[in-house]
């Protein structure tokens, strides 16, 4: 028997840019597209940030919607999570999309250091973030970016601010921030088991400490995350050809680990989300839900990842 691992695939991010690797998804059609090849090849959930058309960043609302909508209809069952992170807009703007009722939306617990800014996450906004979560049922996943975040979102969840058992990710790599140190990664897993044992995690490792996370993550159970928001190459030698092949890299791997990668069904149930089939319609207010079937009216493009 293999355990399921959630792949989730970071298609955008903030900062890659073209010039950084003609592949990073920009537009709405060029996002779809790039998830849909990342579902096929094996991710369970997304990580949405999105640009603007000059590739800027941007947290607007109305191209959330998109995005999620043209995932909905051609990537069934996918988890998809939407990015409250600080580089697209400013304050209480970060959770402007949440009333689009993602499935799940990131929340960092915690301030630091990123190579060229402060990554500001005062008190008042991670909890304004945490209560617009609560208040339209999207489900955190905590960014931890330091070992301090790991307690504050124990915390968090222990006041009820935030739904118990926590999903979280521990991120590694980025300058000034935590190093990709795996005895780092054995600690923070091992204070999360004792402080919350049903807690579920998974870790990135950012540039080119990517597969080497990916590695320790499938050895020590956890759930990866790769994508070319962490990294545009493949290997030294070359540029990344898609977000679809670093997935694949993964899910291949999994069998190394007596992992398997994870059906949309087994993702959700791992990290108690509503099913797919009552997904929330974007833009319908509170309650609102109708069967996915129900969304658009073309087909999607293909089933073969539907379960
Ligand atoms: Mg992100």
């Not at 304050?91 to 500001?120: Q, W």
């Not at 923070?188 to 080119?208: C, F, H, N, Y």
Request: charged share 20%; hydrophobic share 35%; with cysteine.
């Amino acid at each position: 028997m293999t355990s399921p691992c959630i792949i989730t695939v970071a298609i955008t991010g903030s900062l890659p840019r073209k010039e950084n690797n003609p592949s990073v998804p920009v537009t709405v059609a060029e996002q779809v597209e790039a998830t849909h090849q990342a579902y096929e090849a094996g991710a369970s959930l997304v990580h949405i940030h999105v640009r603007n058309d000059d590739q800027t960043p941007t947290s607007k609302p109305e191209r959330f919607a998109e995005v999620q909508a043209g995932i909905m209809r051609h990537c069934p069952g996918m988890i998809i999570q939407f990015s409250t992170g600080g580089r697209s807009g400013v304050g209480t703007e970060r959770g402007g999309m949440l009333p689009l009722r993602p499935d799940m939306a990131s929340l960092s617990t915690g301030s630091c250091n990123f190579p060229s800014i402060v990554y500001l996450n005062p008190p008042d906004l991670i909890l304004f973030l945490a209560e617009e979560m609560q208040k339209y049922q999207v489900r955190p996943e905590i960014e931890a970016f330091d070992l301090s975040m790991l307690y504050q979102a124990v915390r968090l969840a222990e006041e009820g601010k935030i739904p118990k058992p926590i999903h979280i990710q521990f991120v590694f790599g980025i300058k000034n921030a935590m190093p990709a140190i795996r005895q780092v990664l054995e600690f923070q897993v091992s204070e999360l088991k004792r402080l919350m044992p049903d807690a579920t995690w998974a870790a990135a490792g950012i540039g080119k400490h990517q597969l080497e996370v990916n590695q320790w993550t499938l050895e020590l159970g956890g759930h990866c995350r790769t994508g070319l928001e962490d990294n545009v190459r493949f290997d030294k030698t070359r540029l990344a050809k898609n977000n679809a092949e670093l997935v694949k890299r993964v899910a291949d791997l999994c069998g190394k680990y007596n992992r398997h990668p994870a059906t949309c069904d087994e993702a959700r149930a791992l990290l108690h989300l509503r099913p797919a089939e009552t997904t929330s319609l974007p833009g319908f207010g509170e309650g609102v839900t109708r069967q996915r079937d129900g969304w658009g009216s073309s087909q999607p493009l293909s089933n073969k990842r539907s379960n």
